[in-house]
């Protein structure tokens, strides 16, 4: 009976973690090039085989598979890099990407400290001395990972390969990054990725277009959060009268079963 305390409290705790995801995507639904996060969960036959087809470990020897737990795991969260919906907007330097890729820009943090990261979110400007820049007022990198600088009297072209004109001109060429394994991405901030580990190394993305005057919305489906939401509410109940009702019948054993006559 107290070991399904546990297991309702494991699972109450699996559901507001699910709830806290959910709440985090609908949260970012208007934000350009946001990518929809899901959890897992894990049951202990889940984890028993896992580990036992882990073979990290020496063979055939005794090897400790776990602490066993009644319950469910919370397992990992995921990203889902499916592409968004692509609106029009005008703007000669909002830019959306079809196909696999990102933009490359040069971050800046409080520190002053610059890194390279990566996003879908084309939503760029050109500041007053001429350099291409998010509305964050980081730069965005040319293929060479240089900072790009436009003239600001002349309208720009952008080609889908991300080439940029000016008068005619070819004046820059945006870099579009892509890597082979997107597992290996984390998310920094709400629509910026970065690598896991210096091992994981972008390269010149294949097939990806720029379409000027677009940019791509975040892939969340508000109705179908929302059909999740009500979902893990009802399961977050079911755990917390399950606990009630083992409460409830601890309870009566201590004070009415266990009463010595």
Do not use: C, W
């Amino acid at each position: 009976m107290v070991k399904g305390l546990y297991t309702a409290y494991t699972g109450m705790l699996n559901e507001q973690h699910r709830m806290d995801v959910l709440a985090n995507n609908l949260a970012n639904a208007a934000t350009n090039g946001y990518k929809k996060e899901g959890t897992t969960s894990e049951s202990f036959q889940t984890v028993f085989a896992d580990k036992i087809k882990d073979t990290s470990e020496a063979p055939n020897t005794a090897r400790r598979i776990g602490t066993m737990m009644p319950g469910v795991k919370i397992g990992n969260n995921y990203t889902d890099f499916k592409e968004g919906a692509v609106k029009t907007t005008g703007n000669q330097y909002d830019l959306a990407l079809t196909g696999n890729g990102f933009f490359a820009i040069e971050y800046k943090n409080k520190a002053d400290e610059t890194s390279v990261k990566y996003t879908r979110d084309g939503n760029f400007t050109v500041t007053s001395d001429g350099y291409l820049t998010t509305q964050d007022g980081d730069f965005v990198l040319d293929t060479n990972g240089k900072h790009i600088k436009l003239d600001t009297a002349l309208d720009s072209s952008i080609a889908s390969d991300g080439s940029i004109y000016q008068d005619g001109s070819q004046v820059a060429t945006i870099g579009i990054k892509d890597f082979e394994d997107y597992t290996q991405l984390e998310k920094y901030g709400e629509n910026l990725y970065q690598p896991k580990s210096e091992d994981t190394k972008a390269v010149d993305a294949e097939g990806a277009q720029v379409r000027q005057g677009y940019l791509e919305s975040s892939n969340i489906s508000v109705v179908d959060e929302m059909v999740s939401m009500i979902s893990i509410q009802r399961q977050y109940e079911a755990n917390q009268k399950l606990i009630t009702t083992f409460d409830s019948s601890l309870d009566k054993t201590v004070n009415d079963v266990g009463r010595v006559q």
